[in-house]
Each structure stands twice: as structure tokens, then as C-alpha cells.
């Protein structure tokens, strides 16, 4: 089998399909030895990955302001010379964000982030205190590297 591998460098394409997309997967080191991997919904904004974590064991286990990556994998092609192969076995375009993980602070930021979650997920226009509060912390991989890749196998 053989591969083909595009790094996508419109930045423009690269933001569309991270605001499109639902979930990914998050890793992020921890105070021991050793990472966490788990998948979750997430906005982005203001060239940063937002999400809430409700695991309070794993929050206290996060080393926070070290590396972390965030990841969305589909199962399509953006690449122009790979959307009309026919004769590929998978089609794969990926992101990665890379940047330090830390918890959202400024309450401006976390109420923008939550309006941002209830206009994705649940197709209200408007947040209001009265509605039920988003469980968890919000987290934040304050971007410092942004790749994006298409790959085909054939």
C-alpha cells in the first residue's frame, strides 16, 4: 500500500473545518509520569481550542501550562488532486493544534465560549444565566502551532 501526504497550508480552509467540525481528541502530559488521551466536543475561537472537562480526578491530575495537542481526524480529502481519485483504499484529512493547556479564567472569555457551545451543539441563538450552567471547567490549548495534513492510501 502506498500513501500520499499534503500539508494543507490555507489557513482560511484549516480554521472552516475546525469550526465545523463536532469532536476531537485531546492529549495532555500530566503531573506524573505519563499523558491522558480523551475525545471531546470543542469550539474554536480566537485561534484556540475551548472545552469543558468534568472529570474532576483527571483536572487535578493535568499539569497545566505544559504541551498539549488537540487533533480532528475526517474522513475526507480538501486537497483538489485527491477529491477525484477514485482507486484510493482511505481518504484522511487531519489538524493538529499544539499549544499549553490551561484553565479559562477571564469571565468575558468563559461567557463568550458558552454562547459559542449553545449556538454549536444545541442551535440556540442566545445564552442566558437562567439556562443551565455548562458542567465542568473550561480548558483552553492556547494554540502555538497549527498543521494540517490530507492524506490518501492507495
Known amino acids: 500500500m502506498n500513501r500520499k501526504i499534503i500539508t494543507i497550508r490555507d489557513l482560511a480552509l484549516v480554521e472552516k473545518e475546525l469550526g465545523s467540525a463536532n469532536a476531537g ?3 495532555v ?3 506524573k509520569e505519563g499523558f491522558a488521551q480523551f475525545a471531546t466536543n470543542f469550539v474554536y475561537q480566537n485561534k484556540n481550542i475551548f472545552f469543558y472537562l468534568e472529570n474532576e480526578e483527571l483536572l487535578r491530575t493535568i499539569k497545566f501550562d505544559s504541551l498539549a495537542k488537540f487533533t480532528i481526524l475526517k ?8 477529491i477525484d481519485k477514485t482507486d484510493t483504499l482511505y481518504r484522511l484529512f ?7 493547556i490551561r484553565e479559562a479564567e477571564e ?12 449556538e454549536k451543539y444545541s442551535g440556540k441563538l442566545l445564552y442566558s444565566d437562567k439556562d ?6 473550561l480548558l483552553i490549548v492556547d494554540s502555538e502551532e497549527l498543521l494540517a495534513f ?3 492510501g492507495f
Open 25 to 27: 481528541v485531546v492529549s
Open 29 to 31: 502530559s500530566l503531573k
Open 75 to 82: 474522513d475526507k480529502n480538501v486537497s483538489k488532486e485527491f
Open 94 to 100: 487531519s489538524i493538529v493544534v499544539t499549544g499549553s
Open 107 to 118: 469571565q468575558k472569555t468563559i461567557k463568550n465560549v458558552a454562547q459559542s457551545f449553545i
Open 132 to 137: 443551565n450552567q455548562l458542567n465542568g471547567k
Open 150 to 152: 490530507d492524506e490518501i
